[in-house]
C-alpha cells in the first residue's frame, strides 16, 4: 500500500522568506504523480504543483518548486517570497497512474507571519 | 472558467436522517471522484465514476451509496447518519484521456450531522 508522511505538522516563516515543506512517500510502483495541494481557511483545495515521476526535471510554478528524489521518495515543496496568502494548510499527495485515488499525508500548517 | 459544482454547501442533520450531496463536474469532464474530509484531517478518498460506472472505491461505509448519471452529475447518498459523518465531502472531476492526472476539486459540501 502507498503511503505519504508529512514530518512537519505546523510551520511558521516571515513574508518575504522562503520555507520549504518536506515529504515522502512510500511505494513499489514506478508510475505515478505527486502532488501539492493548498487549502486555505475557505478549505478549498487547489493544486499547487504536480510532479510525473517519470520525468527528472523537478516542476516549478512561480515561486513554488519542488524537490523530487524519486529514490529517496522524497517530494519536498519549496515556497520562495513567501506571501500572506500562502497561509494555509499544505497537503503532499501521491497517484498511482493506475489508480483513480488520491492519497494524502496529513498536512503542513504554515504560517507567514508579517 | 467553469469550475466543480456541489450542492448544498452547508448541510444539517440529525442522526438516523438521510443526506443526499450533489456534484456537478466540469463541463466534459467523465470521471468524478468524492472525497470526505474530517475535522482535522486529509481527506479521504471514498468512491469514483467514469462514464457512470463505478471505477474505484475506497472505505466508504455501507451505508452510502453513490451513482453518476447520464449529464455525468453524481450523487452521494448516505443513510442512518452518525456524529461521525460530520466531515467536509469533496467532489472532484477530471477530463477524458489517459494522459489527465489532475482532479479538480469542487469547494466541498460540510455536513453537520447533530
Known amino acids: 500500500a502507498q503511503t505519504v508522511t508529512q514530518s512537519q505538522p505546523e510551520m511558521s516563516v516571515q513574508e518575504a522568506e522562503t520555507v520549504t515543506l518536506s515529504c515522502t512517500y512510500d511505494?513499489?510502483?514506478?508510475?505515478?504523480?505527486l502532488f501539492w495541494y493548498k487549502q486555505p481557511p475557505s478549505r478549498q483545495m487547489i493544486l499547487v504543483i504536480r510532479?510525473?515521476?517519470?520525468?527528472?526535471q523537478n516542476a516549478t510554478e512561480n515561486r513554488f518548486s519542488v524537490n523530487f528524489q524519486k529514490a529517496a521518495k522524497s517530494f519536498s515543496l519549496k515556497i520562495s517570497d513567501s506571501q500572506l496568502g500562502d497561509t494555509a494548510m499544505y497537503f503532499c499527495a501521491f497517484r498511482l497512474n493506475r489508480d483513480d485515488k488520491i492519497i494524502f499525508g496529513k498536512g503542513t500548517r504554515l504560517h507567514i507571519l508579517p | 472558467a467553469a469550475g466543480v459544482i456541489q450542492s448544498p454547501r452547508h448541510l444539517i442533520k440529525e442522526k438516523r436522517e438521510t443526506a443526499t450531496l450533489k456534484c456537478y463536474p466540469i463541463?466534459?469532464?467523465?470521471?468524478v471522484y468524492w472525497y470526505q474530509q474530517g475535522p482535522g484531517q486529509d481527506p479521504q478518498f471514498l468512491i469514483s465514476?467514469?462514464?457512470?460506472?463505478?471505477?474505484d472505491k475506497g472505505s466508504i461505509p455501507d451505508r452510502f451509496s453513490a451513482q453518476q448519471f447520464s449529464d455525468y452529475h453524481s450523487e452521494l447518498n448516505m443513510s442512518s447518519l452518525e456524529l461521525g459523518d460530520s466531515a467536509l465531502y469533496f467532489c472532484?472531476?477530471?477530463?477524458?484521456?489517459?494522459?489527465?492526472?489532475?482532479?479538480?476539486f469542487g469547494p466541498g459540501t460540510r455536513l453537520t450531522v447533530l
Open positions: 465514476f467514469y462514464e457512470k460506472m463505478q471505477s
Open positions: 511505494t513499489s510502483e514506478n508510475n505515478y504523480y
Open positions: 510532479q510525473e515521476a517519470y520525468k527528472q
Open positions: 463541463p466534459r469532464h467523465d470521471t
Open positions: 472532484a472531476s477530471s477530463p477524458p484521456g489517459t494522459s489527465t492526472n489532475e482532479q479538480f
